[in-house]
């Protein structure tokens, strides 16, 4: 290994989602952000959602940042509104 890389400050890596949500994670973006989940959380407008949802999934804008918010919110106020946690097996992913 390059001693520059091994003398470089730590480094994150990021994680495909744009392409992920417009692939394998499509049925479960779908599922997740509907206007009664994305209502129950607070958010009275879904033609916002949606069209943040249209124009991921057409190119036209990433909204990579965005559905990943409200995907992990409707996640975690599905699973709080019913006092149980989804068992990570409901929506297995194939994360290779």
């Given amino acids: 290994?390059?001693?520059a890389?091994?003398?470089?400050k730590k480094q994150g890596f990021g994680?495909?989602?744009?392409?992920?949500?417009?692939?394998?994670?499509?049925?479960?973006?779908?599922d997740m952000l509907t206007a009664r989940r994305m209502h129950d959380v607070g958010i009275q407008d879904f033609s916002i959602v949606?069209?943040?949802?249209d124009e991921h999934?057409?190119?036209t804008y990433d909204r990579?940042?965005?559905?990943?918010?409200?995907l992990v919110l409707g996640m975690w106020a599905d699973?709080?509104?019913?006092?149980?946690?989804?068992?990570?097996a409901r929506?297995?992913?194939q994360l290779v």
């Fill in 79 to 88: 699973a709080h509104s019913r006092r149980e946690v989804r068992t990570p």
């Fill in 5 to 8: 890389i091994m003398d470089r």
């Fill in 15 to 30: 994680v495909p989602l744009s392409r992920r949500f417009r692939g394998e994670l499509r049925p479960l973006l779908c």
């Fill in 57 to 59: 999934m057409a190119g």
């Fill in 50 to 53: 949606r069209r943040m949802i």
């Fill in 64 to 70: 990579e940042l965005e559905l990943w918010t409200l």
């Fill in 91 to 93: 929506w297995s992913v």
């Fill in 1 to 3: 290994v390059p001693q």
